[in-house]
């Protein structure tokens, strides 16, 4: 059964087939992706590879968790389904809100009509 891993701490300039090549040392790779800002379509720095068995997955965290990876050192674990992880907050600011329903005290209405 193939096994998703994470792979943290990635180049801006790794790209998937580099990931991919430098997995395969270890075992068969079934995929490998790099995740890329929507908005920049740069790098996010992170991404998951997919060994074919648990026992490579297990020797891939193994050789590379902690090593370098074209001058970055590599963050490698099992990757958690989504459900296991932290619910993110999606307030639209990065933060808790604050104050009223409208948001705060910026006057509100057009003033170009003065």
Do not use: C
């Not at 270890?26 to 060994?51: L, N, Q, W, Y």
């Amino acid at each position: 059964m193939a096994t998703k891993l994470y792979i943290g701490g990635l180049s801006y300039n790794t790209t998937e087939d580099a990931l991919k090549d430098a997995f395969s040392q270890i075992g068969t790779v079934t995929s490998a992706t790099i995740i890329m800002d929507k908005m920049t379509g740069r790098s996010r720095g992170f991404g998951f590879v997919e060994m074919a068995s648990e026992d490579e997955a297990k020797q891939a965290i193994e050789t590379w968790n902690g090593k370098e990876l074209d001058g970055r050192t590599l963050t490698v674990n099992e990757a958690r389904p989504l459900g296991d992880r932290p619910q993110r907050r999606n307030d639209g600011f990065g933060g808790a809100r604050r104050g009223g329903d409208n948001g705060g005290g910026y006057g509100g209405g057009r003033r170009d009509r003065w």
